[in-house]
């Protein structure tokens, strides 16, 4: 998941009460989950101890501030943005 579904997914407030669907292929059946750092982990004691790293609360951080930035954001810094043709000249 890029960062800008993360950001989407932290305004909307999903899955914080949603139970997890049971998936056999991620590590704890997929029961664990970091929406921050879109991890899976093993148990809930692994879990809680990755809330309390240094890794986790700089990417709670970085999450927690301004949206990430947009394809308009990067078509304007590109020069692909709306054409600015100047002022109108009168017509002779």
Known sequence: MGDDAVYDALQKGEGENKPLPVDEDLPGMG???CLH???YFANLGVRDEHFKSKRHKKRL?????????????????AGMGMPDNGPKLMAM
């Open 31 to 33: 029961q664990y989950y």
């Open 61 to 77: 951080k970085i999450m927690m501030g301004p949206a990430p930035h947009t394809q308009l954001d990067a078509d304007l810094a």
């Open 37 to 39: 750092c879109d991890r």
